[in-house]
Nanobody, 122 residues
Framework: QVQLVESGGGLLQAGGSLRLSCAASGRTFSSNVMGWFRQAPGKEREFVAAISRSCIITTYADSVKGRFTISRDNAKNTVYLQMNAVKSEDTAVYYC???????????????WGQGTQVTVSS
């Protein structure tokens, strides 16, 4: 099992930037694909971005492509989500997740953090 703790959420204006962090402990971090998901009020939790174990491959939801960047530091057991040019529709609780056989699907992830709120004002 991997324990995940997100941080870095907050309130910001449209067009601004924010970096989320997710610190992991427990099962070997580098053996997991890491992902970010988000859930807005009244909506399903949706995929945002994922990064491979080796940091070489990344993938993004179309809604954030070109604005968000996922990265990881396996030496620090941490995954990041850099959010640029944010929009009001990016407002949501953001969750990081870990899974050994995961990619874009929620079901592929075994462990989840508690989430961090991001609110974008227009």
């Amino acid at each position: 099992q991997v324990q995940l703790v997100e941080s870095g959420g907050g309130l910001l204006q449209a067009g601004g930037s924010l970096r989320l962090s997710c610190a992991a402990s427990g099962r070997t971090f580098s053996s997991n694909v890491m992902g970010w998901f988000r859930q807005a009020p009244g909506k399903e939790r949706e995929f945002v971005a994922a990064i491979s174990r080796s940091c070489i491959i990344t993938t993004y939801a179309d809604s954030v492509k070109g604005r968000f960047t996922i990265s990881r530091d396996n030496a620090k057991n941490t995954v990041y989500l850099q959010m640029n040019a944010v929009k009001s529709e990016d407002t949501a609780v953001y969750y990081c997740a870990a899974g050994r056989n995961a990619w874009k699907e929620r079901g592929g992830y075994d462990d989840w953090g508690q989430g961090t709120q991001v609110t974008v004002s227009s």
